[in-house]
């Protein structure tokens, strides 16, 4: 995107608007992870996949609590971490202001209909938890319909 300057003969001046970065750890065989990233990267994210073997030594380098715990971590470029299949605008909400005390969202398990485990038009309400740094966690948004699921 570029704007002009209402000088006469003034140069264009960039733009700049930042692509947010995810990079996402995750296994080799996963085939709703790779959902998942198409549904982020069609959202103004810029996800790149890396395929790594213990995945669950990286959640908890991250601390991200076993009961919480996804397919896929997420990890922002200045460090949040978004734990399985959050929709991308939950994403985009939580990095516009991170809540102090926050490590990042997740969504546990694998819910159907969440983005990258839509089956047909099934659905299962499910919430987006907030990851505190002491451990905790709390409920960041609830999804329940399909529709609000994959914005």
């Known amino acids: 995107?570029?704007?002009?300057?209402?000088?006469?003969?003034?140069?264009?001046?960039a733009v700049s608007l930042e692509t947010p970065?995810?990079?996402?750890?995750?296994?080799?065989?996963?085939?709703c992870c790779e959902k998942w990233l198409e549904h982020v990267n069609k959202r103004s994210f810029t996800a790149n996949a890396h395929n790594i073997t213990d995945l669950f030594e990286f959640k908890k380098s991250k601390h991200i609590?076993?009961?919480?715990?996804?397919?896929?971590?997420?990890?922002s470029s200045d460090g949040y971490v978004f734990e399985?299949?959050?929709?991308?605008?939950f994403i985009t909400q939580f990095l516009a202001s991170p809540p102090n005390d926050s490590i990042g969202l997740a969504v546990p398990a694998m819910p159907v209909g969440s983005p990258g485990?839509?089956?047909?038009?099934?659905?299962?309400p499910y919430q987006v938890l907030l990851l505190k740094t002491d451990g905790s966690?709390?409920?960041?948004?609830?999804v329940n319909s399909l529709e609000e699921s994959l914005q």
């Open 1 to 13: 995107m570029t704007g002009f300057s209402t000088a006469a003969n003034a140069e264009p001046l």
């Open 21 to 31: 970065i995810l990079d996402v750890y995750k296994d080799a065989n996963c085939g």
């Open 65 to 75: 609590p076993a009961s919480v715990q996804s397919c896929h971590t997420a990890v």
């Open 84 to 89: 399985g299949h959050i929709p991308a605008k």
């Open 117 to 124: 485990m839509e089956y047909q038009d099934k659905f299962r």
């Open 137 to 142: 966690s709390q409920v960041y948004a609830q």
